[in-house]
């Protein structure tokens, strides 16, 4: 029943999405005639060659500036505020990164490029102060969008169960928002963590939401590989990790550090294992949703930017591989709106899962927690 | 490996927004939706032992007002038997005393009747008496108004007069 309607709320998802798909294609579209009109620029027109790569990473990389689209040489998009601490002199420094846009240094700043055929650009001191970076980046402005719909959305759908009543029938965004609650209760929370469900579920359901939002919004043509980068998935392992440490009980070190294992040797090597999975736990989290991301945002691009390369070759093949690309990047787009929610959905899992595994022996029924475990830890 | 080396700017951000995210959230979204959530389980939890109840006692009752019912029914069923035989016997007591009744009245009629009869006859009698004697006298008055008449008279009653 419950999963009837999760699937019935993904489908609309799709639908919504689709409609702004041909922008997202037009704008990827633009993005490559970009690249290309500024490779050529740039390198005097030496070398036609499209560098697909860079248009690719360009698109999947944090940036200092919020680019929508080109039209020819007119870029259009938004500086985003720079702000820097500087270690070194100490103070804060907040200004506009249109300032630095073009290389040009601002109170002894510049944005440069990390290294030879990289993507990534990054505020350098021109004194070579040790500086630490703390602006509103792209993929940070595209959080913060995020968590404001969030925090929107969610507490109006809080707000109707005070004005409703409890025993009132959920309409709406509530029933959907309500039948994805009741899932991860019963088929995530509850299963894993037993009687300690309710102490922890809050937690699930933010990273489960708080992914979910950001994987949608990513989607969105123009939108920010937020989920995508590194350091997101990094910190919501970190948490998860902190938060499965924090939770760990007697047991499970015993279990961890002295395995009731009969041949005693055996231990030696047991143990290291033990203590590896326990940090691999986390870092696989880490890794699997930025790859799964970042893998979607690289295919759709790749698929579109096929265009150009056949373009490359011949206008008429270009042309004619038009429908192809698109119905590639359709369903890859498609795929990816599925990918988004379960990749949220495998996170918060897996995470009820470990929190479980550190809690077990607390109560006899959690047993199962550990088979669960098996098998998804694949996905 | 640009992209496999996280950015602290980025990691701080994320670490602010997160954190901010779960700590409002739980306050004023998860919780009260959990709790509505939980109070309607119950709620309808409770309806719903409410109304297993309910129709426990519903068919409890029913099978009671089936019980009334049928001892109702024997009741009247009783009843109307002995009305019955009540009815029957008034109306036989009724015939039976109107049989006695009736022959009563028979007796007596045929009583007076017979009475009656006597009386006419007795009074037939005394008339007829009256009528022979008044005759005879005729006759004898006729008859022994001349001579010869008183002497056959005399003559013949002497003649019945036997001296043995």
Not at chain 1, 6 to 22: E, K, M, P, V, W
Not at chain 1, 144 to 165: D, E, R
Not at chain 1, 281 to 288: G, H
Request: hydrophobic content about 50%; glycine content about 6%.
């Amino acid at each position: 029943m419950s999963c009837k309607r999760l699937f019935s709320l993904i489908l609309l998802a799709f639908g919504l999405s689709f409609a702004s798909f041909s922008l997202s294609a037009q704008e990827a579209e633009n993005g490559a005639k970009t690249a290309s009109a500024s490779e050529n620029t740039a390198e005097k027109k030496e070398d036609k060659k499209l560098d697909i790569s860079s248009v690719i990473f360009g698109h999947i990389a944090d940036s200092h500036e919020w680019h929508l689209f080109s039209m020819g040489e007119t870029h259009v998009g938004f500086p985003l505020p720079v702000i820097i601490y500087n270690a070194t002199k100490g103070g804060l420094t907040v200004f506009s990164s249109s300032k630095i846009a073009e290389g040009e240094d601002y109170q002894g700043y510049h944005l440069q490029r990390v290294g030879p055929g990289s993507m990534k650009e990054k505020v350098l001191s021109v004194d070579g102060d040790k500086i630490y970076d703390f602006s509103i980046t792209k993929n940070v402005l595209s959080m913060l969008v995020s968590v404001v719909l969030l925090l929107w959305l969610m507490t109006s759908a809080a707000k109707k169960y005070k004005k409703n009543g409890d025993m009132k029938p959920p309409t709406g965004f509530q029933n959907a928002l309500e039948a994805i609650m009741i899932f991860l209760r019963d088929e995530v929370a509850k299963p894993n963590l037993g009687v300690k469900a309710n102490k922890y579920f809050p937690l699930l359901l933010t990273i489960f939401f708080f992914i979910w939002i950001n994987n949608l919004l990513g989607l969105l043509p123009g939108g920010a590989n937020f989920t995508g980068n590194i350091a997101c998935t990094a910190l919501l392992a970190l948490l998860a990790f902190i938060v499965i440490l924090a939770s760990s009980n007697k047991h499970f070190w015993g279990h961890l550090l002295n395995p009731p294992v009969k041949p005693a040797g055996i231990k030696i090597l047991l143990v290291p294992i033990e203590i590896m999975s326990l940090m691999i736990k986390p870092a696989a989290l880490m890794i699997r949703l930025f790859a799964n991301i970042m893998a979607g945002h690289i295919v759709i691009l790749a698929v579109i930017c096929m265009i150009f390369i056949f373009g490359a070759l011949n206008k008429f093949i270009g042309i004619g591989f038009v429908p192809v690309s698109l119905a590639f990047s359709i369903f890859m787009f498609l795929l990816e709106l599925l990918v988004g929610a379960i990749q949220a959905f495998i996170f918060a899992n897996l995470t009820a899962v470990f929190i479980g595994q550190a809690i077990e022996g607390d109560h006899p029924d959690d047993h199962q927690a550990y088979h669960i475990s098996e098998d998804e830890i694949i996905a | 490996m640009d992209l496999l080396t996280p950015e602290l700017g980025l990691f701080f951000w994320t670490l602010v927004a997160f954190l901010s995210v779960f700590f409002i959230l739980r306050k004023f979204a998860w919780k009260p939706i959990l709790n509505s959530l939980g109070e309607r389980e119950k709620g309808i939890a409770e309806s719903i032992a409410t109304a297993e109840k309910v129709k426990m006692e519903m068919s409890q009752l029913k099978s009671d007002n089936e019980k009334l019912m049928a001892q109702a029914r024997e009741e009247r069923t009783a009843m109307m038997n002995e009305a019955k035989q009540i009815k029957d016997k008034i109306v036989n007591d009724a015939k039976e005393q109107a049989k006695t009744e009736a022959n009563k009245i028979i007796i007596d009629a045929q009583q007076q009747i017979q009475q009656q009869k006597m009386a006419a006859l007795t009074e037939v009698k005394n008339e007829i008496g009256n009528l022979a004697v008044e005759v005879a006298e005729k006759i004898l008055r006729q008859q022994l108004a001349a001579n010869d008449g008183q002497t056959n008279y005399i003559n013949m009653l002497s003649k019945e007069i036997k001296l043995n």
